[in-house]
T-cell receptor
Framework: AQSVSQHNHHVILSEAASLELGCNYS??????LFWYVQYPGQHLQLLLK??????LVKGIKGFEAEFIKSKFSFNLRKPSVQWSDTAEYFC????????????FGKGTTLSVSS | EAGVAQSPRYKIIEKRQSVAFWCNPI?????LYWYQQILGQGPKLLIQ????????DSQLPKDRFSAERLKGVDSTLKIQPAKLEDSAVYLC??????????FGQGTRLTVV
């Protein structure tokens, strides 16, 4: 069955700490991979995406993610978090074919203290 | 560029009542999705439209949920009758094929 697993339910960090959020997926065939973020009171918005090419992708606000095909993983990283990074983070996957819907993980809540 | 518009933002109803949500996608986006997000979980696809045709409604509880997308633009999602377990945020999103999906603010439904 197609699924996305996020390992951390709630992560608490101090400002300037490094961040890594784990994501593994189960999906047959070609995949597109995404990280979405939802800041308090706001809608889901795209942080970064991987379709093909360089497996290390860079997104907005200093975030990056690495696609490791052999491990079915797409972990999100940021070298130094800020208080404003407090949000919920969702990993998602869809098939490479046109018009396939996103399958989301359960999300990870990140709390950053100043 | 205008985003995905949804209304209402909040709705409280009693169980067994009916409720409808409305979504206006980004102009030109042929694909429209309705997702259900229960507290503590990720969004789960309910139904996907391509223009005004249904692509995937395998996870839509069809005994109580219905959705339509007339003229391939706006869409409505209806629940009749509502159950307590339908309490969730209902998200509408639109996209151009496999490109990123753009989400609306969602409608938070509370069934009491």
């Amino acid at each position: 069955a197609q699924s996305v697993s996020q390992h951390n339910h709630h992560v608490i960090l101090s400002e300037a700490a490094s961040l890594e959020l784990g994501c593994n997926y189960s999906y047959g065939g070609t995949v597109n991979l995404f990280w979405y973020v939802q800041y308090p009171g706001q809608h889901l918005q795209l942080l970064l995406k991987y379709f093909s090419g360089d497996p290390l992708v860079k997104g907005i606000k200093g975030f990056e993610a690495e696609f490791i095909k052999s491990k079915f993983s797409f972990n999100l990283r940021k070298p130094s978090v800020q208080w404003s990074d407090t949000a919920e983070y969702f990993c998602a996957v869809n098939g490479g074919q046109a018009g396939t819907a996103l399958i989301f993980g359960k999300g990870t809540t990140l709390s950053v203290s100043s | 560029e205008a985003g995905v518009a949804q209304s209402p933002r909040y709705k409280i109803i009693e169980k067994r009542q009916s409720v409808a949500f409305w979504c206006n996608p980004i102009s030109g986006h042929a694909t429209l999705y309705w997702y259900q997000q229960i507290l503590g979980q990720g969004p789960k696809l309910l139904i996907q439209f391509q223009n005004n045709g249904v692509v995937d409604d395998s996870q839509l509880p069809k005994d109580r949920f219905s959705a339509e997308r007339l003229k391939g633009v706006d869409s409505t999602l209806k629940i009749q009758p509502a159950k307590l377990e339908d309490s969730a945020v209902y998200l509408c999103a639109s996209s151009l094929d496999t490109e990123e999906a753009f989400f609306g603010q969602g409608t938070r439904l509370t069934v009491v």
